[in-house]
């Protein structure tokens, strides 16, 4: 069965800090896609990034980065420098290929608060 | 344009009423989904279109009928509701030639409220 993990409920950190937000996930299938939302309190989920199963590279996005590691099941994003702007709802999701539509399994949120 | 436009963004109705919710999106995406957001809980599924038919109902109450009457709009008819029921129902779409892993993008939602 696929599962998403969040651990980290809720994280405040204080302006211009780094902080890494975990996910693990759990699936049997050798081709699956991990993603990362962002949901501001206007209630948007805004896609940040999507990886599929053969791509380990770690990615940089600006003051953004993603560490995806298979050996341990995990997609971590790391947010540099943090701003005011980064508060929000960050969801990791990972999509089941066997479904006949884009099925998306979200983890329960880690809510960022940024506090200047 | 990654632009999902979802119609009311607020909604107050009574349980006896009916109503319905609208999606748009031009962005040629042949999948379209209806979420459902509570408090502090991530996104449910509750259908999901592909090529303009439904191909994922995960055993949603009948009280929410959904219609894809083109490949840009998508509907959710809303009628006897709870109010359990209240909560953002979320619409997104993807592409479909990127096979299923492609990414959702997301509308804005709309906050229903059950009285």
């Known amino acids: 069965a696929q599962k998403v993990t969040q651990a980290q409920t809720e994280i405040s950190v204080v302006e211009k800090e780094d902080v890494t937000l975990d996910c693990v996930y759990e699936t049997r299938d050798t081709t699956y896609y991990l993603f990362w939302y962002k949901q501001p309190p206007s209630g948007e989920l805004v896609f940040l990034i999507r990886?599929?199963?053969?791509?380990?590279q770690n990615e940089i996005s600006g003051r953004y980065s993603w560490n995806f590691q298979k050996s341990t099941s995990s997609f971590n994003f790391t947010i540099t420098a943090s701003q005011v702007v980064d508060s929000a709802v960050y969801f990791c999701a990972l999509s089941d290929p066997s479904n006949t539509g884009n099925q998306f399994y979200f983890g329960t949120g880690t809510s960022l608060t940024v506090i200047p | 344009d990654t632009e999902v436009t979802q119609t009311p963004k607020h909604l107050v109705m009574g349980m006896t009423n009916k109503k319905s919710l609208k999606c748009e999106q031009h962005?040629?995406?042949?999948?379209m989904y209806w979420y459902k957001q509570k408090a502090k809980k991530p996104p449910e599924l509750m259908f999901v279109?592909?090529?303009?038919?439904?191909?994922i109902n995960e055993s949603v109450p009948s009280r929410f009928s959904p219609e894809c009457p083109n490949s840009s709009l998508l509907n959710l008819h809303l009628h006897a509701l709870q109010p359990e029921d209240s909560a953002l129902y979320l619409c997104?779409?993807?592409?479909?030639?990127?096979?299923?892993?492609?990414?959702?993008?997301f509308g804005q939602g709309t906050r229903l409220t059950v009285v």
């Open positions: 279109y592909s090529y303009e038919k439904l191909s």
């Open positions: 997104a779409s993807s592409r479909k030639d990127r096979g299923r892993g492609a990414e959702a993008f």
């Open positions: 962005m040629g995406h042949r999948a």
């Open positions: 990886r599929n199963s053969f791509d380990e």
